[in-house]
C-alpha cells in the first residue's frame, strides 16, 4: 500500500501538472471577454473528455453479455466460433502485440536513421524534398495500403522474400510453414511503413532542438562525425525517439483496413512469421457488419473494449518509461 | 468592362442560383425518398434497377446501403430502413422481433462457384460434395490426392502441391450458402462447423470480400476459393463442376441455376424462405440460393404505394435485366406467386390527402 500511496502523487502530477499548487486567477484582474474564452476552451476542453468516457462506458456496456457469459476465460481462450457462440479473444490479442511490436521494431530504427540523414547528413536540396515525400506517407488512406499490399507486398513477399528466408532460416521457427506472402510478415511491413513517417516526423523536430554548440563542442573534442551524432545527438534525444515511438505503437494498434486486407484473417497463434493471423481490429472490422447473434456483437464490442484497454496499458507503461528516463537523465 | 456591370452580371448569377434552389427543393418535397440496407451479393442488380426505376417514376428516389444482410437485417428491424435485403431468409427469431409482420420478397438468384488456380490446369474440374468437405476442413491436403485424381482422371494434377484453401474472412451471404450446403451433404461438416454467415474455418486463408478471395486465389497457385458466381465469370477463373443430387456434375451458369429454382418450386413454402441448396432434379447446380427483399406486410401508403408499385416492376422489367448481370430470373410460375404475396402488402394511414395538398 505503501508504495501505491507514493505513486499515486506521482502519476497524479503527471496527468494534471500543478493539481497539488494549483494557482486561482482571481476574478476581478480577468477582463470580461477573457473570461468568456476561458470558459469557453474550458467548456471544450471538458466536453471532450466526456465524449471519451461516453464512448468507453458504451462499449463497455455493450460488451456486458460476453463478459458475464465468459468471465476471464474470454482472454485467455482461443476458439472465435460464432456457430457454436464460444468467443476467446487471445489469438487477436496475440495478433495485435505481435504485429505491433514488430512493427515497431523494424520501423523505429529506420526510421531514426532516415531522420538522421535528412537533418545532419543530406545536403538542403535533398533533404527537403526527400522529407516532404516521406511526411506524404502519412496522407496516404489506410484502404489504398491495404489494396497496394494485397497486390503488390504480399506477391512480392511470396515471391522474392519469403522462399530465401525459408531456404535460411527455415530452421527457426519464426520462418517456417510454405510461403503465401499475406500473414503476419505482410502486415508488419505495412504497418512499419504507415508508422514510419509519424516516428521520422517527430524524430526530426526532436534532433532540430538540439543546440548546435552541443554539436560543435564533441566536434570540438576530437568526436568523428558519427560519434558526434552519437553523443551530442542520439544520446541526448533518446526521450523524445520513445515518445515518437509511443506514438506510432499507438497508431500500429488499432490500425485496422490495411491490417484485414494483408493478415490472412485466421485466428491463430504461431510462432512463424509465414502464418496467418488476426488482430483486434481487423475482426471488427471483417464480422461486425454481418453479426447474427447478440452474443456476437457482445464479443466483438468487448474486443473493442479490450483493444482500448490493451492501447491504454501501452501508452501508459511507455509513457512511465519515458518519465522514469527523463528523471533519470535530468539528476544524471 | 465596367465595375458595375460585373456587379449586376454577379447579381444575376446569385439570383439564378437562388431560384435554382428553390425550384429544386420545391422538387425534393415531392420525391419519395425510399430507404434500404442490406445484401452486398445483388448490389449490382438493385443499382441497376434503382437507376433504371427512375424513369418509370421520377419522384421515387432510393438509398441502398450495400452493408451486408445481417446489418441489413439489423437495421430493419430497428425501423431505421423502409426495406430490407438478405441472402439467408430471417430466422424464426429474428421475425418475431418485429411488431409488423415482414414478407421475403425473392429478387434474383445467385450461385456460389468454387474456383481454383492451378498451374498447367486450364479446364474446368469435377468436384463431388464430400471431397468438397474435406478439402475444407483441411482434411485433403494435396491435389494429386487419390479422390481428386479419380473424379478427373484425364487431367495432369502437379505432383505434391499443397491445397491453399480461401475463404471469406468478413462475415457473408455467400459463406451462410455454401456452409448450408456442405452441412446438407456432409454429415461430418455439420458435426465439426456447421453454418453461418462466418464459421470457425480449420484451415487456410481469409480474404475480405470477394475481391480478397479473388485476389488470393489469383496470387497463390494450388488454391481453392469460393465467391459469387459473377466473380468467377469476370474473373475468368475457372471453376469446378459439382456433383449434384441427380449424380451429374454441373457447372455454375445462369441456366443451371434457374433449373435449381424450378426445381425447388414445389417445396418452396408460402413465405418464400426456403434453401434451395442441393436441389433435386436434373441439370441442378447445386449451390444456389435466393436473395430477398424484406418489406413490411403494413406500411404507411404514402410511400407504401411507391414501393409496391417498384416491387410490381421488379417482378416484370427487373427480372429481365438479371442475366446479363449473371443474375438467375425468378421462374414464371414463382412470379405470380410472388405478386399476389405483394398485394397482400396492407397499406394504411391517412397520408393520401397530404399526398394531394403536395401535388397541388
Same mark, same amino acid.
Given at each position: 500500500?505503501?508504495?501505491?500511496?507514493?505513486?499515486?502523487?506521482?502519476?497524479?502530477?503527471?496527468?494534471?501538472?500543478?493539481?497539488?499548487?494549483?494557482?486561482?486567477?482571481?476574478?476581478?484582474?480577468?477582463?470580461?471577454?477573457?473570461?468568456?474564452?476561458?470558459?469557453?476552451?474550458?467548456?471544450?476542453?471538458?466536453?471532450?473528455?466526456?465524449?471519451?468516457?461516453?464512448?468507453?462506458?458504451?462499449?463497455?456496456?455493450?460488451?456486458?453479455?460476453?463478459?458475464?457469459?465468459?468471465?476471464?476465460?474470454?482472454?485467455?481462450?482461443?476458439?472465435?466460433?460464432?456457430?457454436?457462440?464460444?468467443?476467446?479473444?487471445?489469438?487477436?490479442?496475440?495478433?495485435?502485440?505481435?504485429?505491433?511490436?514488430?512493427?515497431?521494431?523494424?520501423?523505429?530504427?529506420?526510421?531514426?536513421?532516415? +531522420?538522421? @540523414? *535528412?537533418?545532419?547528413?543530406?545536403?538542403?536540396? #535533398?533533404?527537403?524534398? =526527400? !522529407? %516532404?515525400?516521406?511526411?506524404?506517407?502519412?496522407?496516404?488512406?489506410?484502404?489504398?495500403?491495404?489494396?497496394?499490399?494485397?497486390?503488390?507486398? +504480399?506477391? @512480392? *513477399?511470396?515471391?522474392?522474400?519469403?522462399?530465401? #528466408?525459408?531456404?535460411? =532460416? !527455415? %530452421?527457426?521457427?519464426?520462418?517456417?510453414?510454405?510461403?503465401?506472402?499475406?500473414?503476419?510478415?505482410?502486415?508488419?511491413?505495412?504497418?512499419?511503413?504507415?508508422?514510419?513517417?509519424?516516428?521520422?516526423?517527430?524524430?526530426?523536430?526532436?534532433?532540430?532542438?538540439?543546440?548546435?554548440?552541443?554539436?560543435?563542442?564533441?566536434?570540438?573534442?576530437?568526436?568523428?562525425?558519427?560519434?558526434?551524432?552519437?553523443?551530442?545527438?542520439?544520446?541526448?534525444?533518446?526521450?523524445?525517439?520513445?515518445?515518437?515511438?509511443?506514438?506510432?505503437?499507438?497508431?500500429?494498434?488499432?490500425?485496422?483496413?490495411?491490417?484485414?486486407?494483408?493478415?490472412?484473417?485466421?485466428?491463430?497463434?504461431?510462432?512463424?512469421?509465414?502464418?496467418?493471423?488476426?488482430?483486434?481490429?481487423?475482426?471488427?472490422?471483417?464480422?461486425?457488419?454481418?453479426?447474427?447473434?447478440?452474443?456476437?456483437?457482445?464479443?466483438?464490442?468487448?474486443?473493442?473494449?479490450?483493444?482500448?484497454?490493451?492501447?491504454?496499458?501501452?501508452?501508459?507503461?511507455?509513457?512511465?518509461?519515458?518519465?522514469?528516463?527523463?528523471?533519470?537523465?535530468?539528476?544524471? | 468592362?465596367?465595375?458595375?456591370?460585373?456587379?449586376?452580371?454577379?447579381?444575376?448569377?446569385?439570383?439564378?442560383?437562388?431560384?435554382?434552389?428553390?425550384?429544386?427543393?420545391?422538387?425534393?418535397?415531392?420525391?419519395?425518398?425510399?430507404?434500404?440496407?442490406?445484401?452486398?451479393?445483388?448490389?449490382?442488380?438493385?443499382?441497376?434497377?434503382?437507376?433504371?426505376?427512375?424513369?418509370?417514376?421520377?419522384?421515387?428516389?432510393?438509398?441502398?446501403?450495400?452493408?451486408?444482410?445481417?446489418?441489413?437485417?439489423?437495421?430493419?428491424?430497428?425501423?431505421?430502413?423502409?426495406?430490407?435485403?438478405?441472402?439467408?431468409?430471417?430466422?424464426?427469431?429474428?421475425?418475431?422481433?418485429?411488431?409488423?409482420?415482414?414478407?421475403?420478397?425473392?429478387?434474383?438468384?445467385?450461385?456460389?462457384?468454387?474456383?481454383?488456380?492451378?498451374?498447367?490446369?486450364?479446364?474446368?474440374?469435377?468436384?463431388?460434395?464430400?471431397?468438397?468437405?474435406?478439402?475444407?476442413?483441411?482434411?485433403?491436403?494435396?491435389?494429386?490426392?487419390?479422390?481428386?485424381?479419380?473424379?478427373?482422371?484425364?487431367?495432369?494434377?502437379?505432383?505434391?502441391?499443397?491445397?491453399?484453401?480461401?475463404?471469406?474472412?468478413?462475415?457473408?451471404?455467400?459463406?451462410?450458402?455454401?456452409?448450408?450446403?456442405?452441412?446438407?451433404?456432409?454429415?461430418?461438416?455439420?458435426?465439426?462447423?456447421?453454418?453461418?454467415?462466418?464459421?470457425?474455418?480449420?484451415?487456410?486463408?481469409?480474404?475480405?470480400?470477394?475481391?480478397?478471395?479473388?485476389?488470393?486465389?489469383?496470387?497463390?497457385?494450388?488454391?481453392?476459393?469460393?465467391?459469387?458466381?459473377?466473380?468467377?465469370?469476370?474473373?475468368?477463373?475457372?471453376?469446378?463442376?459439382?456433383?449434384?443430387?441427380?449424380?451429374?456434375?454441373?457447372?455454375?451458369?445462369?441456366?443451371?441455376?434457374?433449373?435449381?429454382?424450378?426445381?425447388?418450386?414445389?417445396?418452396?413454402?408460402?413465405?418464400?424462405?426456403?434453401?434451395?441448396?442441393?436441389?433435386?432434379?436434373?441439370?441442378?447446380?447445386?449451390?444456389?440460393?435466393?436473395?430477398?427483399?424484406?418489406?413490411?406486410?403494413?406500411?404507411?401508403?404514402?410511400?407504401?404505394?411507391?414501393?409496391?408499385?417498384?416491387?410490381?416492376?421488379?417482378?416484370?422489367?427487373?427480372?429481365?435485366?438479371?442475366?446479363?448481370?449473371?443474375?438467375?430470373?425468378?421462374?414464371?410460375?414463382?412470379?405470380?406467386?410472388?405478386?399476389?404475396?405483394?398485394?397482400?402488402?396492407?397499406?394504411?394511414?391517412?397520408?393520401?390527402?397530404?399526398?394531394?395538398?403536395?401535388?397541388?
Amino acid at each position: 500500500m505503501e508504495v501505491v500511496s507514493k505513486w499515486i502523487p506521482f502519476v497524479l502530477e503527471r496527468i494534471m501538472p500543478g493539481i497539488s499548487s494549483a494557482r486561482r486567477i482571481r476574478r476581478r484582474e480577468v477582463n470580461w471577454g477573457d473570461r468568456v474564452f476561458y470558459y469557453g476552451l474550458k467548456a471544450s476542453a471538458w466536453a471532450l473528455g466526456a465524449l471519451l468516457l461516453s464512448m468507453i462506458f458504451l462499449i463497455w456496456k455493450m460488451s456486458l453479455p460476453a463478459f458475464h457469459q465468459f468471465g476471464w476465460r474470454f482472454f485467455i481462450t482461443n476458439d472465435w466460433n460464432s456457430v457454436t457462440g464460444e468467443f476467446g479473444a487471445l489469438a487477436l490479442i496475440y495478433g495485435t502485440v505481435v504485429s505491433s511490436l514488430a512493427a515497431i521494431g523494424l520501423a523505429v530504427p529506420v526510421s531514426v536513421a532516415v +531522420a538522421l @540523414f *535528412l537533418n545532419e547528413l543530406a545536403p538542403e536540396w #535533398l533533404s527537403r524534398p =526527400l !522529407g %516532404f515525400f516521406i511526411e506524404m506517407l502519412a496522407a496516404i488512406p489506410s484502404i489504398v495500403y491495404g489494396l497496394w499490399g494485397l497486390f503488390v507486398l +504480399a506477391p @512480392f *513477399l511470396r515471391n522474392y522474400i519469403q522462399p530465401p #528466408l525459408a531456404d535460411y =532460416l !527455415g %530452421f527457426t521457427p519464426l520462418f517456417s510453414g510454405p510461403p503465401m506472402g499475406v500473414g503476419m510478415m505482410a502486415a508488419v511491413v505495412i504497418l512499419a511503413i504507415m508508422i514510419m513517417p509519424t516516428i521520422t516526423a517527430i524524430c526530426r523536430e526532436v534532433f532540430r532542438a538540439i543546440p548546435r554548440s552541443n554539436k560543435e563542442a564533441a566536434l570540438g573534442l576530437g568526436a568523428t562525425r558519427w560519434e558526434m551524432l552519437k553523443i551530442a545527438v542520439l544520446r541526448s534525444s533518446h526521450t523524445g525517439i520513445l515518445g515518437a515511438t509511443i506514438l506510432g505503437l499507438g497508431r500500429a494498434l488499432g490500425e485496422t483496413m490495411a491490417v484485414t486486407m494483408v493478415i490472412g484473417n485466421n485466428p491463430l497463434i504461431s510462432a512463424s512469421f509465414f502464418s496467418s493471423g488476426q488482430t483486434m481490429a481487423s475482426i471488427l472490422a471483417n464480422q461486425y457488419a454481418e453479426a447474427d447473434s447478440l452474443l456476437q456483437l457482445s464479443a466483438l464490442s468487448a474486443v473493442a473494449f479490450t483493444l482500448f484497454l490493451v492501447s491504454l496499458l501501452i501508452n501508459g507503461l511507455a509513457r512511465l518509461i519515458v518519465w522514469r528516463v527523463h528523471s533519470q537523465y535530468k539528476s544524471g | 468592362m465596367s465595375v458595375i456591370s460585373i456587379r449586376s452580371k454577379f447579381s444575376i448569377v446569385c439570383a439564378g442560383v437562388i431560384v435554382g434552389f428553390l425550384s429544386l427543393s420545391s422538387f425534393a418535397a415531392e420525391t419519395v425518398l425510399i430507404n434500404g440496407a442490406g445484401a452486398t451479393f445483388p448490389y449490382p442488380l438493385y443499382a441497376k434497377w434503382f437507376s433504371s426505376y427512375r424513369e418509370v417514376d421520377k419522384s421515387v428516389e432510393f438509398n441502398y446501403q450495400s452493408i451486408g444482410s445481417g446489418g441489413g437485417i439489423r437495421q430493419f428491424l430497428a425501423g431505421t430502413t423502409d426495406f430490407g435485403a438478405s441472402d439467408a431468409p430471417m430466422k424464426d427469431d429474428e421475425l418475431a422481433q418485429s411488431k409488423v409482420p415482414i414478407l421475403h420478397i425473392p429478387a434474383t438468384l445467385g450461385a456460389v462457384a468454387v474456383t481454383f488456380n492451378l498451374p498447367g490446369v486450364k479446364d474446368s474440374l469435377n468436384l463431388t460434395p464430400e471431397v468438397l468437405a474435406k478439402i475444407f476442413m483441411g482434411e485433403i491436403k494435396k491435389w494429386d490426392d487419390e479422390e481428386i485424381l479419380k473424379l478427373n482422371p484425364k487431367v495432369a494434377m502437379p505432383k505434391n502441391q499443397y491445397i491453399i484453401v480461401c475463404y471469406r474472412s468478413d462475415g457473408s451471404g455467400t459463406t451462410a450458402v455454401f456452409t448450408e450446403y456442405l452441412e446438407k451433404v456432409s454429415p461430418d461438416w455439420k458435426k465439426r462447423i456447421g453454418s453461418g454467415k462466418s464459421v470457425k474455418w480449420p484451415a487456410g486463408l481469409g480474404g475480405k470480400g470477394n475481391e480478397g478471395v479473388s485476389s488470393l486465389v489469383k496470387q497463390n497457385p494450388g488454391s481453392i476459393g469460393y465467391v459469387e458466381m459473377n466473380y468467377a465469370f469476370e474473373n475468368k477463373f475457372p471453376v469446378f463442376a459439382i456433383k449434384n443430387a441427380k449424380g451429374e456434375f454441373v457447372l455454375p451458369s445462369v441456366k443451371s441455376v434457374t433449373k435449381a429454382a424450378e426445381a425447388s418450386l414445389k417445396v418452396l413454402p408460402e413465405d418464400f424462405r426456403v434453401s434451395i441448396t442441393e436441389a433435386a432434379g436434373s441439370d441442378v447446380y447445386p449451390i444456389s440460393a435466393y436473395t430477398y427483399l424484406l418489406i413490411y406486410q403494413k406500411m404507411e401508403s404514402h410511400k407504401g404505394k411507391k414501393i409496391v408499385e417498384f416491387l410490381r416492376w421488379a417482378m416484370g422489367k427487373g427480372q429481365t435485366m438479371a442475366a446479363s448481370l449473371n443474375y438467375a430470373p425468378l421462374p414464371n410460375q414463382l412470379v405470380k406467386r410472388v405478386l399476389s404475396k405483394i398485394d397482400s402488402i396492407a397499406l394504411e394511414g391517412g397520408s393520401d390527402k397530404k399526398e394531394g395538398h403536395k401535388l397541388n
